[in-house]
């Protein structure tokens, strides 16, 4: 999901996927409001990554149903 979309808080934030969202880890750009845009800044920004990441791949990445492998 942080490789080719944004999550967006209710007050406008960005943020690299919801799970990122709920731990309030936003788009590492100062430009982090969705009034602050930029396909071009955001397309090429560094992914915030943390302990949880990959939990997001978890039954193809297609839903929070998870995956044994
Ligand atoms: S949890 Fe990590 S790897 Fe998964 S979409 Fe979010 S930032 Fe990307």
Same mark, same amino acid.
């Given at each position: 999901? $942080? ?7 209710? @007050?406008?934030?960005?943020? @690299? $996927? @919801?799970?990122?969202?709920? &731990?309030? &880890?936003? /788009?590492?750009?100062?430009?982090? +409001?969705?009034?602050?845009? @930029?396909?071009?800044?955001?397309? /090429?920004?560094?992914?915030? &990554?943390? +302990? ?18």
């Amino acid at each position: 999901m $942080c490789r080719n979309t944004v999550s967006i808080s209710w @007050d406008g934030f960005m943020y @690299d $996927c @919801d799970f990122n969202q709920m &731990l309030n &880890l936003k /788009v590492a750009l100062p430009e982090n +409001h969705i009034t602050q845009f @930029d396909y071009e800044r955001l397309s /090429v920004r560094n992914i915030v &990554l943390n +302990h949880h990441c990959y939990g997001c791949t978890a039954g193809s990445g297609s839903s929070c149903g998870g995956e044994v492998a």
